[in-house]
């Protein structure tokens, strides 16, 4: 355990009282429409008028420099894109592989893309970048709208994720499996002789430059982009690999694993039965073999190949996982929760398996969220109340940047433990750790969970457990959902594994005393990782494990939550943060 210290800056802007993302989308029949750019006014900023004096002392006119490419600068990360003068600054931050927090999507209504201005010239902001400033501090633009006039230099108000640095190249015929997650990309490399696992690594997911969830990305596809959000998977998978070690030579076999959506853009087919009712699983060819090799990626002789859903949203990460836990050759009531931005429930019982799926978000993946990131050196895994003291610990025993998924869920679950959060989700500062509470401008009430200056400091705000609260909600609701259309009752249920990029961090009280799971499952969880990642992997190992899964699968059924008439109702009753 480690006692909180002070951070490296956390510190983004967000709109004032923006209305979180809603954990009931799959419950809407809203067709997902292209975003047009906003219009941008005449006027002209002083950075504007700055760097067209500089020029004009050049002898260079403006007109002569919108024809030719200009520098895009990033810091710290020092990388730099050149870019089309009315480029905006998220795609030229997408075009060198920079992830900028973007989790609306580039709606401008968000403000986790604002970066800061430091030198240079961005066209003057238009419309809904002006709605989306009102509150932000002097020199901060949104990258997702401001749009490039020359050369300019800028900086992250949240730091932008940059992919792993690649290992040293393994060496021999080695097989991987890759969990295509919506947040991160995980990959592990194994000697298909020996059985051994040599490495594994995780990157981030490229495509959230696109947006925090699926429907995001979806929308972006529609709108023109999917050969981009395809690229931006396979460089994830690339990097992911790369940091693993993946050998010069190539890999023999490699399976991908992940949600409808994700497959669906990485394979470069049309994801648009995803977004708009009634919910389809959209047409994913096995055989990846080509594009993975396109991207360096096989040997001479390899082969790659995807894991296909089941149903619309209950993707190949959940048959890999129903692999890994051997969830369907199961004799007792066995379920499967896989806690992802698309949460998954399985469950074996009377002799078959019930799956299903909600909209849960990225806050159990540590995305969306104000001080939240994936499972890399740095992130808060678990948070303690000691007294009047919170003790972290971090993994890698770094700096604590962010909160990891687990570092989420548990300091939720210790706030609500030390009474500064309710059963309704309102923080208040009333009690042991009352120095740390403090209310902004905007007025919403947040907590410093490390020393140093608010500017520095990771902290968790009211937003972030309203987003947190729509997450915990999908989740129970969906584990509800089996269990009523099996007539299974809690108690009956033997054993409850937990999926999630988490490892050994998640404590499984804290999912039953915030009542994301029942009650009766507090002595029947299991902790077990990453099972895509796992299922992913014995499928590299054994093509026939693949096929042998699909057929087990066959004759799951499928249950579409938002089609009970209840649904909205239980919806929102599982908000509250209480064991049931």
């Known amino acids: 355990m480690r006692s909180a210290r002070s951070s490296r800056p956390c510190r983004g802007w967000r709109r004032s009282r923006a209305s979180p993302s809603r954990a009931t989308a799959s419950s809407s029949t809203t067709v997902l429409t292209p975003i047009r750019p906003c219009s941008t006014s005449t006027s002209t900023s002083w950075a504007v008028a700055r760097w067209r004096t500089a020029w004009s002392r050049s002898s260079r006119s403006s007109r002569r420099v ?60 238009g419309a809904t970048e002006l709605s989306g400033l009102s509150r932000a501090p002097k020199g901060v633009r949104l990258a997702c709208h401001a749009l490039v006039e020359g050369p300019v230099r800028v900086k992250p108000s949240i730091p932008a994720q940059t992919g792993p640095a690649p290992a040293a190249p393994l060496s021999g015929s080695l097989v991987a499996g890759v969990d295509l997650g919506t947040t991160g990309v995980a990959a592990v490399l194994i000697d298909p002789r020996s059985g051994a696992e040599l490495a594994r690594a995780t990157a981030p997911n490229e495509q959230a430059a696109w947006g925090a969830d699926v429907l995001s990305r979806i929308s972006a596809a529609s709108a023109g982009h999917g050969d981009e959000l395809a690229t931006a998977a396979w460089r994830s998978i690339a990097a992911a ?58 040997a001479e002789a390899g082969s790659a190949s995807f894991v296909g ?79 009047s003291e919170l003790a972290l610990e971090v993994l890698g025993s770094a700096e604590p940047l962010w909160l990891a998924g687990s570092g989420v869920v548990s300091v939720i679950a210790a706030l609500r433990d030390a009474g500064h959060i309710g059963a309704d989700g309102l923080m208040h500062a009333s009690g042991p750790l009352s120095d ?38 999908a989740v129970r609701v969906a584990v509800d959902g089996v269990l009523k259309a099996t007539r299974t009752k809690p108690r009956g249920v033997t054993r409850v594994d937990v999926a999630g990029a988490f490892g050994a961090a998640l404590d499984p009280d804290d999912l039953v005393e915030l009542g994301v799971v029942p009650d009766e499952f507090r002595d029947r969880i299991n902790a077990v990782g990453n099972a895509s990642l796992a299922g992913a992997a014995a499928f590299a190992l054994e093509s026939e494990a693949q096929a042998e899964t699909m057929s087990a699968l066959q004759g799951a059924e499928h249950v579409e939550l938002a089609a009970d008439a209840g649904f909205n109702d239980a919806l929102m009753r599982a908000t509250e943060l209480k064991r049931s």
């Not at 990033?74 to 003068?85: D, R």
């Not at 669906?264 to 994801?271: E, T």
């Not at 199961?330 to 799926?357: F, I, K, Q, Y």
Request: with cysteine; hydrophobic share 50%; net charge negative.
């Open 436 to 473: 740390r509470f403090r209310t902004d401008d905007d007025g919403v009430v947040r907590i410093r969970l490390t020393d140093g200056g608010a500017e520095a400091a990771v902290e968790l705000t009211q937003l972030d457990v309203r987003a947190f609260q729509l997450a915990k909600a």
């Open 241 to 298: 690999l790369a940091a693993a070690g993946v050998p010069d030579e190539g890999l023999a076999r490699l399976v991908i694993a992940g949600n409808s959506a994700m497959v669906a853009l990485a394979a470069g087919v049309d994801a648009s039965s995803l977004g708009v009712a009634p919910f389809s699983a959209p047409v994913i060819p096995e055989d990846a073999t080509d594009v993975a090799r396109a991207s360096g990626l096989l």
């Open 309 to 387: 859903p089941l149903a619309s949203f209950v993707g190949g990460d959940t048959v890999a996982a129903i692999a890994a836990t051997g969830l369907a050759g199961a004799d007792e009531p066995v379920m499967l929760v896989d806690l992802g931005t698309n949460a998954e429930v399985a469950l074996r019982a009377r002799g078959s398996v019930t799956v299903t799926s909600a909209p849960a978000g990225p806050a159990f993946e540590g995305g969306g969220l104000r001080c939240a990131g994936p499972a890399l050196p740095g992130a808060v895994t678990r948070v303690r109340v000691q007294g």
């Open 66 to 125: 919108a024809s030719r490419r200009v520098p895009v600068s990033f810091e710290p990360s020092g990388l730099t894109a050149w870019v089309a003068p009315g480029t905006s600054v998220l795609s030229a931050a997408r075009s060198v592989g920079l992830l900028l927090n973007a989790p609306c999507g580039g709606r401008g209504i968000c403000g986790g893309c604002a970066v800061k201005v430091l030198e240079g010239a961005l066209q003057a902001p």
